[in-house]
């Protein structure tokens, strides 16, 4: 497997999604949300029962961001093993808020080095009925905007995998 | 020179007059949707969401406690009666004053109070905002746009060539806008105006309809306002810019945003 493996730290994680031309960009994030899928918990415990017991309901993963407002031009995303091609925060983010379209998304984990093919990372690569739809933007006083990330209705499930995402 | 930036790059206007002298902190410049559930759990693999209604609003302005003799475009004046719509346009520079073409947060928002306090021994007040005011809604869930003539005077008709801002893609939006204005000082009246145009030249732009401020009368009081396309449909193509026509007036000075609809 390509890449390093072990532990890490935050300024090896990349946040990339589709913005409103369709293409996967990278944007400045200095914070994130837990990352992962996490399932409603269902008591199934009856009286008779001697411990409580639960299943499993539906799966939900949201995804929250901040960092930086930046209003610089779009950039084409980087490669694997390549240092992040940043695209303004403001520029993506301000096309996508709302948007009735589902988007690619990917959260990628740097192992002590730039995020190398074969790292994990979470995420989806959009179709017109998959991916994630971003519904908040807004920009403290402090000028670092905070973002909000839910999937879209129908949408397959996000997962943890080792290779990058795409656009629809 | 575009990129990240500091708040005290930021301007803030409000109602015609310029707040930035005043104005310590604004925000959260709030967008957020509200994520209604449609998860269909007996078949979906996840749960799903699709945004409602989008809440709007520019938070809470933190002003210095300030008025001026003649009780007129001090903080204390100008912000001091709540429960009142606001036309309201925040710029963000770029590591300088905003000029235009830098982002911009605009509409007409509910002033919901105005309450002094101290802060660190220092009287400032603060101001809060409310969502879009329920009388003034327009067709337009978005408030960002940009910045289409940055605060300053001028002095003769039209604008040129080089006013034109770049929309970013060559096909023409087909989801109309709005324009907000305001106007702090003139002597005469005077007519602002958004056009677009396919190209760059000034001879290629044509009006867009419905953004204009009809004539308005800059030396008596000062003028601010919201005006929205004919229709939401509206077609606007790549390149937009102001344009003015001065009627009496020799001077004119004033601030306009623009946001083009996009769905």
Known sequence: MAGNTGRTVSRFINFSVEDDTDTMREIPVSDISIVGVVYEEQDMTAFQDAVKGSLAGMPDAPIEISGPFDNSAVATASASGVVPALSGSHTVLS????????????????????YTAGEPQFGITATATSGYICTSYTVGSDLMYNAKFVLFPGSSLPAWGIALEAAS | MAGRTLPRFTRVYVDGY?????????????WEFEPVDLTAQMGDEVKGYLPGHPTIGPGTLNVV?????????????????????????????????????????MGEFLQLGYQAEVDGGAVVANVPFGPWEGSSLTAYGQPWGTLAHALAA????GSDSDDFIDGGSSDATAFGGYMVWHVTAGNGTA????????????????????????????????????????????????YTKW??????????????????GRY
Request: proline content about 3%; some cysteine.
């Open chain 2, 18 to 30: 310029d707040m930035s002298g005043y104005a310590r902190t604004i925000g959260p410049l709030g």
């Open chain 1, 95 to 114: 096309g996508i808020n709302g948007r009735l379209h589902p988007l690619g998304l990917d959260v990628q984990f740097g192992v002590r080095e730039t």
């Open chain 2, 65 to 105: 406690f300030e008025t001026d003799s003649d009780s007129s475009t001090a903080a204390h004046h100008v912000l001091g009666t709540q429960n009142d719509d606001r036309v309201v346009l925040v710029a963000i520079g770029d590591r300088a004053a905003p000029i235009a073409g830098n982002p911009a947060y």
């Open chain 2, 154 to 157: 001028s002095d003769s008709d």
């Open chain 2, 243 to 260: 344009n003015i026509s001065m009627n009496s007036a020799t001077t004119v000075t004033f601030a306009l945003g623009f946001v083009r």
């Open chain 2, 191 to 238: 007519t602002i105006t958004m056009e677009h145009s396919t190209t760059t030249n000034d001879s290629d732009a044509a009006a867009i309809g419905g953004l204009t401020t009809g004539e308005i009368n800059c030396d008596s009081t000062v003028q601010t306002g919201l005006a929205v396309t004919t229709v939401k449909t509206t077609s606007i193509n790549q």
